[in-house]
């Protein structure tokens, strides 16, 4: 199971990050259903964390609007489990999508510091 809480409307987790050479740190997502893909950081952090480029691709942003961006790799803990994801450069706030959520059940208490969970279908 992953737990996160609920905060000002938002569902928000912690990912847990393994990086070479540093000791493990979580970042705070927001859960966005309407992102189909695994997480988004914003450039600025992909750069603070020299996270190795994968490749690039053209998005459909939330807006309508088309961007090319690039995609970095990162291993995190997910559930107690190591994996290495993609990650898209994007934004100002770090996004947790779809990708990342198959095979579990979301579950949000809508309610200011209300449980989010996430278990394992």
Do not use: C
């Not at 992953?2 to 990912?15: P, T």
């Not at 695994?38 to 603070?48: C, D, E, F, N, R």
């Not at 459909?60 to 990650?87: C, F, K, Q, Y």
């Amino acid at each position: 199971m992953i737990y996160g809480r609920l905060i000002d409307g938002k569902a928000i987790i912690s990912v847990i990050f393994r990086l070479p050479t540093q000791p493990d740190f979580s970042l705070d997502f927001v859960i966005d259903t309407g992102f189909n893909d695994h997480l988004t950081l914003p450039p600025q952090a992909i750069s603070a964390m020299n996270l190795p480029l994968y490749s690039s691709t053209l998005a459909r942003l939330a807006d309508g609007s088309e961007a090319l961006l690039s995609i970095h790799l990162a291993t995190i803990v997910w559930d107690n489990i190591e994996r290495v994801v993609p990650i898209l450069a994007s934004g100002y706030k770090p996004l947790l999508g779809t990708a990342l959520m198959e095979g579990y059940h979301l579950e949000i208490d809508f309610e200011e510091n209300g449980l989010v969970s996430l278990e394992k279908i």
